[in-house]
């Protein structure tokens, strides 16, 4: 009996600080998710941006790596600053210097969380951001942004 007390204790005092498990979110917490068939269960930050910066381009499966985020700019910009270290504007800069001297194209953009989670779901390889509202299980979260 005292066992359940103390466990029951521990479990609110855990909840009374919105601690979070890796691989779960709270509200407004941004995730960063795969397609299954991406072979690793967790992404750092140096990884992510290693992969918005568009320089890891293979998984070690061998499968293309193929990313894409989300056009809202509240989101956008929060994930940039966290994971790339950079802020929008920086980001296209980067971009159109990488198009034009042939160092591969930016990401796809969506403006709904829905699609883009359809299109991470259907495309091996792929990774996305989303809010962690929106997550379905027909992905897997990599990484979480608290």
Same mark, same amino acid.
Request: proline share 3%; aromatic share 10%; no cysteine.
């Given at each position: 009996?005292?066992?359940?007390?103390?466990? $029951?204790?521990?479990?609110? @005092?855990?909840? $009374?600080?919105? /601690?979070?498990?890796?691989?779960? @979110?709270? @509200?407004?917490?941004?995730?960063? &998710?795969?397609?299954?068939?991406?072979?690793?269960?967790?992404?750092?930050?140096?990884?992510?941006?290693? &992969?918005?910066?568009?320089?890891?381009? &293979?998984?070690?499966?061998?499968?293309?790596?193929?990313?894409?985020?989300?056009?809202?700019?509240?989101?956008?910009?929060? /994930?940039?600053?966290?994971?790339?270290?950079?802020?929008?504007?920086?980001?296209?800069?980067?971009?159109?210097?990488?198009?034009? %001297?042939?160092?591969?194209?930016?990401?796809?953009? /969506?403006?709904?969380?829905?699609?883009?989670?359809?299109?991470?779901?259907?495309?091996? $390889? @792929?990774?996305?951001? &989303?809010?962690?509202?929106?997550? %379905?299980?027909?992905?897997? %979260?990599?990484?979480?942004?608290?």
């Amino acid at each position: 009996m005292k066992r359940k007390i103390f466990l $029951g204790i521990i479990f609110l @005092a855990i909840v $009374g600080m919105n /601690f979070t498990l890796p691989g779960t @979110a709270m @509200a407004d917490d941004l995730i960063v &998710i795969g397609n299954r068939s991406v072979p690793v269960s967790t992404l750092t930050q140096k990884e992510v941006k290693m &992969i918005y910066l568009g320089k890891q381009k &293979i998984w070690d499966n061998g499968l293309k790596v193929t990313f894409v985020k989300l056009k809202d700019e509240q989101s956008s910009k929060r /994930f940039l600053k966290h994971f790339v270290k950079k802020n929008p504007s920086m980001y296209k800069r980067y971009w159109k210097k990488q198009a034009f %001297i042939g160092g591969g194209n930016p990401p796809k953009e /969506f403006g709904r969380e829905k699609d883009l989670v359809q299109y991470v779901s259907k495309t091996k $390889g @792929a990774v996305g951001f &989303i809010s962690s509202k929106s997550y %379905i299980e027909t992905v897997k %979260i990599l990484s979480v942004m608290h």
